[in-house]
Nanobody
Framework: QVQLVESGGGLVQPGGTLRLSCTVS????????MGWYRQAPGKQRELVAR???????NYADSVKGRFTISRDNAKNTVYLQMNSLKFEDTAVYYC???????WGQGTQVTVSS
């Protein structure tokens, strides 16, 4: 059974940083692309960043230059380093495995002064 468990969310001031982690079990993690999505209140879930099995990355325009996705295949973990956070980054962030079409439970990120 595939499980994705996110951690690292929280409350941060504008301009601050957070690092999200998503640890995956039960999958062929090193062979799979992975993605981070987010959903703000009243909005649709949107892609934030994704990383291929080979480490190729893509980002939403709204986070380019501020967020970095990475992976550690030895730990079955994908990360999202978030710098220079803005109010509009407030959302629930989800980890996604497209091969298994499986989502994590989400972790709340709140940017507030």
């Amino acid at each position: 059974q595939v499980q994705l468990v996110e951690s690292g969310g929280g409350l941060v001031q504008p301009g601050g940083t957070l690092r999200l982690s998503c640890t995956v079990s039960g999958s062929r993690f090193s062979f799979n692309a992975m993605g981070w999505y987010r959903q703000a209140p009243g909005k649709q879930r949107e892609l934030v960043a994704r990383i291929s099995s080979g480490g190729i990355t893509n980002y939403a325009d709204s986070v380019k230059g501020r967020f970095t996705i990475s992976r550690d295949n030895a730990k079955n973990t994908v990360y999202l380093q978030m710098n220079s956070l803005k109010f509009e980054d407030t959302a629930v962030y989800y980890c996604y495995d497209p091969y298994y079409d499986h989502w994590g439970q989400g972790t709340q990120v709140t940017v507030s002064s």
